[in-house]
Nanobody, 115 residues
Framework: QVQVVESGGGLVQAGGSLRLSCLTSGSGFSISAMGWYRQAPGKQRESVASISAGGNTDYADFVRGRFSISRDIAKYTVYLQMNSLKPEDTAVYYC?????????WGQGTQVTVSS
């Protein structure tokens, strides 16, 4: 059974940094595509960053140059390093694992950036 658990959220001042972690269980992590999404109050969930099974990364324009996605296959973990945070980055951040055509989501972790 695949599980996805996010951690690392919190309260940070504008300009600060946070690193989110996404731990997943189950086999096939090395052939899974992973992604970070976020949802702010009253807004739709949006893609933030992704990393393919082959290790290719992609970023939304609004985080490119500030956020970085990476993975540790041995630890079944994906990270999202967030630098130069802005108040508009405030949201619940979700991790998604896509494995054999099925998406698995975590419960999310709250990130709040104060001005």
């Amino acid at each position: 059974q695949v599980q996805v658990v996010e951690s690392g959220g919190g309260l940070v001042q504008a300009g600060g940094s946070l690193r989110l972690s996404c731990l997943t269980s189950g086999s096939g992590f090395s052939i899974s595509a992973m992604g970070w999404y976020r949802q702010a109050p009253g807004k739709q969930r949006e893609s933030v960053a992704s990393i393919s099974a082959g290790g290719n990364t992609d970023y939304a324009d609004f985080v490119r140059g500030r956020f970085s996605i990476s993975r540790d296959i041995a630890k079944y973990t994906v990270y999202l390093q967030m630098n130069s945070l802005k108040p508009e980055d405030t949201a619940v951040y979700y991790c998604r694992r896509r494995y054999r055509g099925t998406d698995y989501w975590g419960q999310g972790t709250q990130v709040t950036v104060s001005s």
